[in-house]
């Protein structure tokens, strides 16, 4: 697929693409709290205004003044699936990933160089890996809240890092629900375009903070949405089903762009896209927190060994990586 010419390319992304507004993502927490389910860490209830407040904290390590964390963080906020419709299956590590974008980068350097160029982990994102460690975190934390309760400890700041591990892997969430987050088209439509939808790039900003203020959205809204609370066998994949899901949507933003919508708080067909979408933020931020909750009652792995995806010894070792990937369920 070919691109717009790379610098016009490059002058949109370079408007960063942060996710909803304080509004989005602050409704995506509080709904994903009030719908724990009463087997779950109902503790977290407790702390629901500092989880909702900690889901905009990952935009704030985007910025000029700290480009270590920016060149990390970036990535992280987007998923833009044509740019790897080479790959027949996503890796399940990150490393593994960056590499083979740089396969196809080197490959695609010599008789493509402008798509090329926008073949890397910036422009691609990196978007499940960090929903997926930060959802390993929560499962590592719950087990410490665990292990603490049984020993009859104090747990106030376990529970603390809890809810601001929770506040931040909601931030994730919520972008992965945003369509625009889903594809190259985050910031105006690139490459050919018979439907001649907008180019402008502050169609993002239109759409997931202009208009969610301008209705505005409140978590009633958002709540009933939210669907019943389910262990997920598979975190991973559920996290990459939830992206694809978004993409589905992508030109149904930019119709609504073409009528005006996102200027019409009356609009229904906006409005129930809106909600729609932050009800599965929620959805899955509930059920990814439900899961490591569940799933950190289990024992501890035994260290060490061929399983241990740092060993050579592990059949599935990359030297190129200094691992092998994380196993599929």
Known sequence: MRLLPILICVVLAARAAYGWGERGHQTVNHAAVQTLPDDGPVFLKIHEEWIAVKGRVPDTWRTLNEPFVKILEDPN???????????????????????ALYDEYLHLKDKDPERARLTNVRWTGTLPYAAMENYERLKSGFRIYREQRAARQETKYTELDLAFY??????????????????????????????????DGRIHGRFESQFVDLLPVRVEDVRPLVGKARVLRDPFQAIL????????????????????????????????????????????????VYTAWVESAKPPLPGGGANNPISPQHPKYNPATGSAPAPKP
């Open 241 to 288: 089903d939830h992206l694809d899901r978004a993409a589905t949507h992508v030109e149904e933003v930019y119709q609504l762009d073409q009528v005006g919508a996102y200027q019409d708080q009356n609009n229904a067909a906006a409005k129930r896209l809106v909600l729609e979408r932050l009800g599965s933020g929620a959805e899955l931020l509930r059920d990814l």
């Open 166 to 199: 929770m506040g931040w892997l909601g931030h994730y969430t919520a972008d992965g629900a945003m369509p625009l987050h889903a594809s190259i088209h985050h910031d105006g439509w690139q490459g050919p375009n018979p439907k001649n939808y907008t180019r």
């Open 77 to 99: 906020h987007g998923w833009f699936k044509e740019q790897f419709a080479f790959m027949k299956e996503i890796p399940r590590s990150r490393y593994e990933f960056v590499l």
